[in-house]
């Protein structure tokens, strides 16, 4: 069960709100056709599958990343690959709910 929490990001309450308006930023890390028919106002699009490439990219931000995608799970992935090269990274679950709670 730890593991999944840690992937999924359960457990804890994590303000986004908060998080946002101290310069987090919100990386959708669904495909590009996912991504241009809806998403969170102001967020980045990565897929998940090219994350990898745009670490150092999101290093350079030196801000908390929030993921998202359609379910949760993609940017539970991403949320642990950034995780692990250092990055402070929230798993925002599924974009659609992360936007209801933002507004």
Known sequence: MGFLQRLFGGGTTVNYKELLTKGAIVVDVRTPAEFNSGHVKGSVNIPLDSIRTRIQELKNKNV?????????????????????????CYNGGPWDSLQQQLL
């Open 64 to 88: 908390p990343v929030i993921t998202c995608c359609r379910s949760g799970a993609r940017s539970g992935s991403a949320k642990s690959i950034l995780s692990e090269s250092g990055i402070e």
